[in-house]
């Protein structure tokens, strides 16, 4: 099967000629986050097939926007994400985030994964309510860890832990996905002790705020 061209003279069309055909904007969603082995993306992205997989990965490399990396330790083989590759964060957040108010609540067969959970945040991130803010916000969600700098009225996310956070967040991951759809409140996860908040009140407070929809 060829690989699908619209044939316009159009950057919007030819960006879909390269990273629109089904999976791939979800397999730079992974990438996003960091190398990743094939078998981690073959488990990230549930229903995908290794053979549609190991295509799309032939696929975006063929146009300079994933590679193949050799992982110091262990020495295994992986894929990244290049430049222009990496170049592409900025539009898949602010898809991510145009795709909160289509979303809807989880349908019983949807998957989630909380190493998702920094492109969550950063789709909800409030850059208006960040202003004076200059602080770090380390997550544990289900034993993935990550965290967010907040600085300039702007985000970054890493992987693993911070130094010294302001604010740490200890939650598993069907508590994170009820704070997420608002299904429970900040407030009823700390009292049932789902969630564990450890920080001043004040960061704290900011802290849930600049991702408050």
């Given at each position: 099967?060829?690989?699908?061209?619209?044939?316009?003279?159009?950057?919007?069309?030819?960006?879909?000629?390269l990273?629109?055909?089904?999976?791939?904007?979800?397999?730079?969603?992974?990438?996003?986050s960091?190398?990743?082995?094939?078998?981690?993306?073959?488990?990230?992205?549930?229903?995908?097939?290794?053979?549609?997989?190991?295509?799309?990965?032939?696929?975006?490399g063929?146009?300079?926007?994933v590679?193949?990396?050799l992982?110091?330790?262990?020495?295994?083989?992986?894929?990244?994400?290049?430049?222009?590759?990496?170049?592409?964060?900025?539009?898949?957040?602010?898809?991510a985030?145009?795709?909160?108010?289509v979303?809807?609540?989880?349908?019983?067969?949807?998957?989630?994964?909380?190493?998702?959970?920094?492109?969550?945040?950063?789709?909800?991130?409030?850059?208006?309510?960040?202003?004076?803010?200059?602080?770090?916000y380390?997550?544990?969600v289900?034993?993935?860890?990550?965290?967010?700098?907040?600085r300039?009225?702007?985000?970054?996310?890493?992987?693993?832990?911070?130094?010294?956070?302001?604010?740490?967040?200890?939650?598993?991951?069907?508590?994170?996905?009820?704070?997420?759809?608002?299904?429970?409140?900040?407030?009823?996860?700390?009292?049932?002790?789902?969630?564990?908040?450890?920080?001043?009140?004040?960061?704290?407070?900011?802290?849930?705020?600049?991702?408050?929809?």
């Amino acid at each position: 099967m060829s690989k699908r061209c619209y044939r316009q003279y159009c950057s919007l069309a030819r960006a879909l000629d390269l990273v629109g055909e089904r999976w791939t904007l979800l397999i730079i969603r992974e990438l996003l986050s960091g190398p990743r082995r094939y078998q981690e993306l073959l488990d990230n992205l549930p229903g995908i097939g290794t053979n549609l997989l190991a295509t799309r990965l032939r696929e975006l490399g063929g146009e300079g926007i994933v590679r193949k990396v050799l992982l110091s330790a262990p020495r295994i083989r992986a894929y990244e994400l290049t430049e222009m590759g990496r170049a592409l964060e900025p539009a898949v957040v602010e898809l991510a985030r145009w795709g909160l108010a289509v979303r809807g609540q989880p349908r019983p067969d949807d998957h989630w994964s909380a190493q998702w959970s920094p492109l969550a945040l950063r789709a909800r991130f409030q850059a208006d309510k960040a202003a004076g803010i200059d602080a770090i916000y380390e997550y544990d969600v289900g034993g993935h860890v990550f965290h967010a700098r907040i600085r300039n009225q702007s985000i970054e996310t890493r992987p693993g832990t911070a130094s010294s956070p302001d604010v740490r967040l200890v939650t598993d991951e069907e508590t994170f996905l009820d704070l997420a759809t608002e299904s429970l409140s900040v407030e009823q996860a700390v009292e049932s002790g789902r969630l564990c908040l450890e920080g001043t009140p004040e960061a704290i407070r900011s802290s849930l705020e600049v991702f408050a929809a």
